[in-house]
């Protein structure tokens, strides 16, 4: 299952010229906004023609501007889920749940999966609700069911949370995680946001003005400051683990790479496999191993990199048995501790750093198991 | 209906007989017009919508004298019907035609606006869906342009109902056969002691035309309310 796009298109004086493939799982179009990601996903659902385009799934062509091909929207089997839901106000909400499905399947046929697909988005209490009362959430819930009831061969996901505040993303963006991990559908989504790239990403393409200026697994782009909207401040390293225990005080073990990680507010049970965003600038570096200090996580490990940053910060890289941790230190810090390649010390991590954004179920196939090298 | 005299009372029903005719002949293309200039991009644009708009402005008897050189029996096309035993001219058929032309531009203005309203972002995500464009234009744009496609055709209606210049002119005021209500309120107003005929009459089409109005400003109200995305 692979989406490969090669795309040029002028909309006035914003010009887009972008390649890249998406394989199965998330991939991500990430950027500012503006940078054309947007545009980028419509052209391959088919919302605009494109002036110079290849775009192709699975191999079999959706767009060929120099053989004249252009398969209109509604025969690409390109489900899309919009930042502003779009729910036909119509229709009540199993009618737009089942819009897609007759022209997927026919008019006589049964909807098979109809029932899980309610099941898995917990709509069954809204079924029969009209759709102009539906909270943000909802409605968001409920665009995707419909999109995913079409039978989609990709789904694309235009930023489908940015308009829910906090505490909604966090409603929906498991679904996402179930949907990757579930239902193997390849996910084309479309986000400025580092925190759901470090979560549902397989693969990110970081999109700038039209153009892309970097692609690669998500702990590579959080970790390379250059692609990064927020520059060295949204650095952030990805840690892969397994839910241990969840202790009495509230706070739940996470091991990680063989090491106890604590961590706080995770609902998740034991034995789930995770994936932690942990920010650069959140993590502290000791040379010693701490004592009397409030911080649950000490983490040790060698320096592999010391890389200058903006202003008078640097990103240092730890090499650790959890996988690779990036901290973000002035560079005064750097001189008095006298770190530099090979420089042995320890990451230290509040476990409040992590908050409930920043931890996500990892899917099976999405491989971030880290290197089990030791220093 | 005692009150009413028996030309009285043809006139009414015919007038409601071409009302209907007339409203439900223009509806289709009509829809099909609005659809074209609210959301197609094509040259000759700007021309098709002065075309459909040309009967508001010229004066109606132009209106009707252009439809009986175009539809009289020696008019081109005409000409062409009558070898097919359809004659407009002086009949009641052609009272249709020429109330469908004159409220055409009103049926048009308000299914336009109504379809206009519908955010064409819903459209986009029926296509997405699988919907082809005519399974969109009848299950997204039509539902939700519903109240002002009624809107548009009680203003038709009521159009069609008032409609003189035209179609005397183009079917003349034949008692019985092509006198509609406004051309009996007129000859009941040509003879001396009609006038009580002319009051039972205008009254009855004062009662039609408010009828008409409140009704297609209660479906414009509700079109505001729905088509757009919360």
Known sequence: MTLSVDLRHSFGDFSLDARFEAPAGITVLFGRSGAGKSSLAGAVAGLFRPEAARISLDGETLVDTQRRVFRPPHRRRVGCVFQDGRLFPHLNVRQNLLYGHRFASGWQAEARDFDPIVEMLGLEA????????????????????????????????????????????????????????????????????????????????????????????????????????????????????????????????????GLPLFLSGIGLPAGTTVRLRVRASDVMISLTRPEGLSALNIIPGIVERVMPGDGSGAIVRLRAAAGTILARLTRRSIRALNLSEGTACHAVIKSLAIAEADIARSGPQVNVAPEQEVG | MDWLGPQEWQAVRLSLQVAAWA????????????????????????????????????????????????????????????????????????????????????????????????????????????????????????????????????????????????????????????QTLPTAVYAFLQVPGGEASALRLVVISVVISMVALLGSEFLARRVSRRGRVS
Not at chain 2, 60 to 89: D, K, N, S
């Open chain 1, 126 to 257: 809204l079924l029969e609700r009209g759709t102009t009362d539906l909270s943000g959430g909802e409605r968001q819930r409920v665009a995707l069911g419909r999109a995913l009831l079409s039978k989609p061969r990709l789904l694309i996901a235009d930023e489908p949370l940015a308009a829910l505040d906090e505490g909604r993303k966090a409603d929906i963006l498991p679904y996402f995680e179930r949907l990757r991990d579930e239902l193997g559908i390849p996910v084309l989504y479309v986000s400025h946001s580092a925190s759901e790239v470090a979560r549902l990403a397989s693969r990110v393409i970081v999109l700038e003005a039209g153009r892309v200026i970097g692609e690669g697994r998500a702990e590579d782009v959080l970790a390379a400051p250059d692609l990064l909207p927020g520059g060295d401040s949204g650095v952030a390293s990805i840690l892969g683990g397994r839910v241990r225990t969840r202790h009495a005080d509230g706070v739940t073990e996470v091991e990680v790479g």
């Open chain 2, 23 to 178: 409203t439900l002949l223009s509806l289709p293309p009509g829809v099909w017009v609005a659809h074209l200039l609210a959301r197609g991009q094509f040259p000759g644009r700007s021309v098709l919508n002065a075309l459909v708009h040309l009967p508001l402005i010229l004066p109606p008897v132009v209106t009707g004298y252009l439809l009986l050189w175009v539809f009289g029996t020696q008019g081109p096309v005409g000409a062409v019907l009558e070898q097919f035993e359809l004659v407009l001219a002086f009949r009641w058929t052609g009272a249709v035609l020429a109330a469908a032309v004159m409220a055409f531009p009103l049926l048009v203005r308000a299914i336009r606006l109504s379809i206009e309203a519908v955010d064409p972002r819903l459209e986009q995500a029926g296509a997405s869906l699988g919907a082809s464009p005519l399974a969109v234009f009848a299950t997204v744009t039509l539902p939700l342009a519903l109240p002002g496609i009624l809107a548009g055709m009680v203003l038709a209606f009521a159009k069609s109902m008032g409609e003189f210049g035209a179609t005397i002119t183009f079917v003349s005021n034949i008692p019985g056969q092509t």
